[in-house]
Structures are given as structure tokens and as C-alpha cells.
């Protein structure tokens, strides 16, 4: 099966087996709770090390020389990942495809203590990947990474502390006419690019446009006002 990256989804290939993940709508849910799936995301990334994973992969991943630096890569394997952000990604990844992961992304096990939770049994892959990989999953999975002209009277600057699957995929039946199974397949990614095919005119202005044109407008008033003196 071949990815369509535009929409989030990645093969990693191990040997001769293939692994398939898509971050659909159907994957994000089965992550847990509305709740749990937001502080999943929080976990994948707010953590020094991740952080610095991140920055790196920014910088060098997608650079000329498309890998980490030795440096980064001893500083990283001399630190420990948070607990936190390996059993995120470790969710995130086992949700996000159909096969057993466990030998790619290893497996979690009760731990002996209660203090220890979950013990984590590594996998081929290694964590720092799991966690980049996860990120990128879940910013397709829940976010979507298609390009909008949001308008200013949409946007919001309220914070959630959850989401919601099913009214997405409630919406996508209603928007383009799709079966439940179809619906829940969609990335958030894929959700808006098919809005922006079918909405194209979006009358309005964004924030940008209308700070733009604020300035703009003011600036013109002031030269007006400068030249009546």
C-alpha cells in the first residue's frame, strides 16, 4: 500500500514486512477518551527532550543532510526520554495501524512496583523515532495540516482540553455524502482538504488580512491627515 504523506500517512518498512499507519479519525478515538486524547498529544510534546528531538528533526531531517547530527544523537541516547512521551507514542503508533506493532515499537508490561506502572519492552524502533513519528501522526490525526484561510469571525482563542472524533466524522457524512466506515477513515488532514474542494469561497477576512488592511488603512488616514496641514 503506498502512503499519501499530504494526508499523514507513513510506511515503515522492517525487512520484508511493511507497516502501514494513517492517523484516521477511527484511529484517534481508539487512543481513548476525548480527554485522554488531547493529553496524549500534550505528553508527545511538551517535554525537554522531546522538544529538542523535534527542533533537531526541523532542522536536519528534511536538510541536506537528512539525519541527526552524531552529537544530537549521542546527547539524546545519554538522556531519557520521558515515561510519559514513550507510553504517548506507544499508543499512538499501536492505534494508528491495523498489524501488531509490538516488534517495531516493542511492548508494555505491567510493572513490578506500583511507582513503575507500565514497563516498557524495546522494540526496532528507536524511541526517539517513535516519538517524531507519533507527533507527526497525531498533528494529521487531530489538528490537520491542510492549508486554510480560517476567517477571523471562526476563530477562537478558548483552549479544549479534549476532542472529539465523532463529530467529525458525523460532519464528514454530512459535508460529502460518505458512509460512517468512510467518514471514520478520514484524517483531520484529508477532512480539510475535502472541505476547502467543496467550499472554496470563503468570503472574509482572516486575521492576517485584516490586520494587514487595518495597518494599511490607518497608515493611508495619516498621510491624508499629514498633507491637509
Request: hydrophobic residues 40%; contains cysteine; charged residues 25%.
Amino acid at each position: 500500500m503506498t502512503p499519501v504523506k499530504e494526508f499523514g500517512e507513513c510506511l515503515i518498512s522492517v525487512g520484508d514486512k511493511d507497516y502501514f499507519f494513517r492517523p484516521s479519525l477511527l484511529a484517534m478515538s481508539s487512543i481513548g477518551e476525548p480527554v485522554e486524547i488531547v493529553q496524549t498529544f500534550y505528553d508527545l510534546c511538551n517535554d525537554e527532550v522531546t522538544s529538542l528531538i523535534q527542533k533537531a528533526a526541523e532542522s536536519y531531517i528534511h536538510s541536506e543532510y537528512d539525519r541527526l547530527p552524531e552529537y544530537v544523537i549521542s546527547y539524546i541516547q545519554s538522556g531519557i526520554l520521558s515515561r510519559k512521551a514513550i507510553m504517548a507514542a506507544h499508543t499512538v503508533l499501536s492505534a494508528c495501524c491495523e498489524d501488531d506493532v509490538g516488534e517495531l515499537i516493542g511492548w508494555m508490561k505491567p510493572g513490578k512496583s506500583r511507582k513503575r506502572g507500565f514497563m516498557w519492552r524495546r522494540g526496532i524502533l528507536p524511541p526517539q523515532d517513535m516519538v517524531i513519528i507519533a507527533q507527526s501522526l497525531m498533528m494529521h490525526g487531530i489538528i490537520g495540516q491542510a492549508k486554510l484561510r480560517k476567517l477571523q469571525r471562526y476563530e477562537s482563542n478558548e483552549p479544549t482540553n479534549e476532542f472529539r472524533a465523532s463529530d467529525y466524522i458525523i460532519a464528514a457524512r454530512n459535508h460529502f455524502n460518505v458512509s460512517k466506515e468512510e467518514a471514520a477513515q478520514l484524517t483531520m488532514t484529508e477532512f480539510q482538504m475535502m472541505l476547502v474542494a467543496k467550499y472554496p469561497e470563503q468570503k472574509g477576512y482572516t486575521r492576517e488580512e485584516y490586520d494587514t488592511a487595518a495597518d494599511d488603512y490607518f497608515a493611508r488616514r495619516k498621510r491624508r491627515q499629514a498633507k491637509a496641514l
